[in-house]
């Protein structure tokens, strides 16, 4: 990582690497006291493995009763090499490096004082039902939700996942937390059961349809997923759905793309997955990729 004019060398606290001859290494723990970089406008960071080829920076400051948490803004810049701004409010910040790819993924965290007011990114959710261990399977259901512009009072979430041959299950997402993480935002964890049912309904391709409701506002978003030539216990494929807006939706900045990301969660190393098909759906309105983007 480079910063004006200084250059420090991040070790990752949490790793995983799958080689390609099968065998795989998996570290998780915690940097109890991250390097300081200061306060610079922009960071230069370099990931050595040309196969993590995804960087997520995650801002989080206020840990106390109303913690925040956000993600900076992330260029490549080509060879390995990344420009990280940072977003929000100036202050003291705890920053995640999270560099991921193809048989993979690695973490290191620093402290960084932002030195200026930046915009602040959209709303952002994440759901894992499903993961590709050579078959549909499942090791839990998760929902998260964040960067609204305040904390809901009430939150419910209606899940519903279709596989290949037409055959579905919907189920209400279960142990709701508010209040209890980053401000503006809301997670969900379970029932685990329903997962495991989702499972067994059939092979991929499958579509998962979210309908969630804030304070009496239902908003609603749907992701199509395919698996992908991957070996068995590797990262499934993903699906991202973008939507124009989801209406009445509490957000922070102007900005109307709202993104559901599926995800795999693995037993100890969740990852994080590639891009597959986009839908876009507004308003009960199916859009094409080509119109999303």
């Known amino acids: 990582m480079r910063f004006a ?14 080689g390609a001859g099968g065998g795989s290494v998996c570290v998780d723990g915690f940097d109890i006291y991250p390097p300081s970089v200061g306060w610079p406008e922009v960071l230069f960071v370099y990931v050595p493995v040309p196969v993590f080829d995804e960087l ?4 989080s400051s206020g840990m106390d009763k109303s913690p925040t948490s956000i993600n900076a803004r992330t260029e490549a810049s080509g060879g390995g090499w990344w420009v990280v701004r940072p977003r929000g409010l100036p202050g003291d910040h705890r920053v995640s490096v999270f560099a991921s790819g193809h048989g993979g993924e690695m973490v290191a965290d620093l402290l960084w004082q932002t030195p200026s007011d930046q915009a602040i990114p959209e709303s952002t959710a994440q759901i ?11 090791f839990g259901v998760e929902l998260s939700v964040g960067g609204l512009a305040t904390s809901p009072v009430q939150a419910s979430a209606i899940i ?3 596989a290949a041959n037409g055959r579905s299950l919907s189920f209400e997402a279960t142990n709701p937390r508010i209040g209890c993480g980053p401000a503006g935002s809301v997670w969900w964890n379970g029932p ?3 997962g495991k049912q989702s499972a067994t309904l059939g092979d991929f391709q499958s579509t998962v349809q979210v309908d969630l ?6 908003h609603g978003a749907s992701a199509t997923f395919r698996r992908r030539s991957a070996r068995p216990g590797q990262q499934a494929p993903a699906a991202a759905v973008r939507t124009r807006r989801y209406a009445g939706w509490p957000h922070q900045s ?12 693995q037993r100890t190393c969740p990852q994080d997955l590639g891009p597959a098909e986009l839908t876009d759906v507004t308003n009960g309105q199916s859009r094409s990729k080509d119109e999303v983007a």
Do not use: W
């Not at 409701?213 to 239902?218: A, F, P």
């Not at 993104?259 to 795999?264: E, M």
């Open 5 to 18: 004019g200084t250059e420090l060398t991040l070790s990752p606290f949490t790793f995983y690497y799958s």
């Open 56 to 59: 997520t920076v995650r801002q």
């Open 128 to 138: 894992a039902v499903i993961a590709d261990d050579g078959r549909p399977d499942s």
């Open 160 to 162: 519903s996942l279709t």
């Open 192 to 194: 685990a059961g329903k």
């Open 213 to 218: 409701t804030l304070d009496g506002v239902t």
């Open 254 to 265: 102007q900005g109307v793309s709202r993104q559901l990301l599926v995800r795999q969660c």
